[in-house]
């Protein structure tokens, strides 16, 4: 079953702009998780934001978390086009592997 | 780095012949996953394995095998490969201790094509 849903499925921006993707989930989790997979390619994991933290940062990439809501949203300030790829938030709420959700597809315009 | 590598980047089969998708980590990781990749469906989890020779199924272990003779080797086998079995496999790995605990590291795919 999918843990998380991510919002919107698609966005196109230009280069320069910042493009901001949501994550919700269902159940308690310890930690939430945001992975980037190029076309075609494996998931490289980009940052990890624990329950008990509200907002992350890690170059240009910006996660929140708020688990009263059950969500979370990962923020790219200053998009490049080789930001292009598909984004996935991955839940651990404790069993033995991450839940992943069906991702963002992000477009950056040159 | 961990070095997650899947031995066949595409692969075609056809109906009803057995398939083995393997999957090698060179850093001593206990555990190991295999997820199929699917349009508007994400990532699930087809099995993992936690230690050599221990497995445990994940949410559509249907119609799926596995195998971990060796540490570093996890290996997907489809009995009789269907054409609903058409997608793309991941294989990843993490260190010891609670997996979801852990960043997973993930090889780079193999995209299975069932004729």
């Known amino acids: 079953s999918q843990q998380g849903e991510e919002d919107p499925q698609a966005l196109s921006i230009q280069e320069g702009e910042n493009a901001t993707m949501n994550c919700s989930y269902k159940t308690s989790i310890n930690n939430l998780q945001w992975y980037r997979q190029n076309s075609g390619r494996g998931l490289v994991h980009l940052i990890l934001?624990?329950?008990?933290?509200r907002e992350k940062h890690s170059g240009r990439l910006r996660v929140t978390l708020d688990t009263s809501k059950k969500s979370s949203s990962l923020l790219i300030t200053a998009s490049r086009a080789a930001d292009t790829a598909s984004y996935f938030c991955?839940?651990?709420?404790?069993?033995?592997?991450?839940?992943f959700g069906s991702g963002t597809r992000l477009q950056v315009q040159p | 780095d961990v070095k997650v590598t899947q031995s066949s980047r595409y692969l075609v089969k056809r109906t009803g012949e057995k398939v083995f998708l393997e999957c090698v980590q060179d850093m001593d990781h206990e555990n190991m996953f295999w997820y199929r990749q699917d349009p508007g469906l994400g990532l699930r989890l087809i099995y993992f394995?936690?230690?050599?020779?221990?497995?445990e199924k994940g949410d559509i272990p249907e119609g799926y095998s596995v195998s971990r003779e060796k540490k570093e080797r996890f290996s997907l086998i489809l009995e009789s490969a269907s054409t609903n079995q058409t997608s793309m496999y991941l294989c990843a790995t993490t260190s010891g201790g609670v997996a979801g605990a852990n960043v997973l590291t993930f090889g780079a795919g193999s995209r299975l094509t069932v004729l």
């Open positions: 991955a839940t651990d709420a404790g069993r033995r592997a991450l839940t």
């Open positions: 934001i624990r329950s008990n933290e």
């Open positions: 394995s936690y230690d050599v020779k221990m497995k």
